[in-house]
């Protein structure tokens, strides 16, 4: 059955060729993708399979959508944040022949409806991110949860979504958590995300970052990336982290590690990177100094209560000014909202190269292997199979075991 592309809800077709444009770019520095995953995908397994994919809709997740799409999957698509939807990469899916619901900057109805429709495409497969499609699919339409075999989830916040779900017994479907997998985590989360964060918070903002003190909220996978990377154009790091592990790991990495008073109070630049709603809120805003900047890169766009701040007035393109009160003022980035994606092109194609290879191979593992209920593992063969092959387009070769 063909997919009907005349149900797509895009915002301008004619935007497709510069889509295409970005899409083939990425194609050209996929080695993993364009090797091991097209091969993989290539057994047939998916033809037939109705997949929706619901990642942050831009050009290297139209990519992933068009393998899919390549191995005989029908594929929907949808973005996981209207923020971080690139209406071109939406207009070249739509020209390729597959279904979108997506544009840049939707209302909070209309992202529900795309993600709904979305859902009545009725999958075999989801590829989510952080649970969005997964979670309506449950509260909404029952019914394709009961025919679905299974989902397949990017973000360690997805992951821990669905971990709750099967702790309620709300999980009726096997979840690969392929988040966890090495080849996601280790170097999306960390090389990915914090490069790309540090680049989007000097981009949008002009500013150096030798000298200047950035507070991270939060010390996971994510996290350390973020303070790695500003630490290497000559920041100061502080870390203000609650687990007693993750903030010692922070002080032997060389960073300052202190309470949210004591690290939000000299930050020049705070960056939330905990997944968590809320995590600076009323009270932290609070302790902030005139002209800090304040970023979010963790999942959910409600890290940083943008309420609390009241109107802002934009100084520059992604940048707004907030008046705290007592002379005070900071500068709020791309909305509160994811600021690689949402104020920059997201993480490189090499790193997603390596996650999409994880979902893409997923994917194929939910349409030929029969899974119980609940979240599953990514197989670890596979991961090592994955770090190979990328070794392999950069000329590594290992020595085999004995």
Known sequence: MAVDVSRSRIADPSLAPAGEQRIAWVAR??????????????????????????????????????????AGAEVVAAGSNPGTTQDAAAA???????????????????????????????????????????????????????????????????????????????LSFPAVAANDAACKHLYDNRYGTGQTTVEAILRLTNLLAAGKVF????????????????????ARVTVVEIDPVKALEAYMDGHRVAGAAGGLADADVVVTATGDVGVLGRDGLALLKDGAVLANAGHDDREIDVEALGPGEEVRPGVTRHELGGGRAVYLLVGGRLVNIAGADGHPVEIMDLSFSVQALAAHLLASTEFPPGVQPFPAELD???????????????????
Do not use: M
């Open 92 to 170: 070249a899916l739509v020209a390729r022949g597959i279904e979108v619901h997506a544009t840049h900057g939707a209302s909070p109805d209309e992202f529900e409806r795309d993600l709904l429709a979305a859902a009545d495409a009725q999958p075999d497969i989801v590829v989510d991110d952080g649970a969005e499609l997964t979670l309506r699919i449950l509260d909404h339409r029952p019914e394709v949860a009961a025919k679905l075999r299974g989902v397949t989830e990017e973000t360690t916040t997805g992951v821990a979504r669905l971990r709750a779900l099967e702790a309620s017994g709300r």
């Open 384 to 402: 090592r199979e994955i770090a190979r092959t990328k070794l392999a387009s950069l000329s590594v070769t290992l020595p085999q075991p004995a």
């Open 215 to 234: 507070c991270i909220v939060g010390y996971g996978w994510v996290g350390r990336g973020v303070a790695r990377y500003a630490a290497g154009n000559g």
């Open 29 to 70: 520095h996929s080695p993993v993708l364009n090797g091991l995953a097209r091969a993989r995908l290539a057994d047939g397994a998916l033809r037939g399979k109705r997949v929706a994919v619901v990642v942050h809709l831009e050009a290297k997740t139209a990519y992933l959508a068009s393998l899919l799409a390549e």
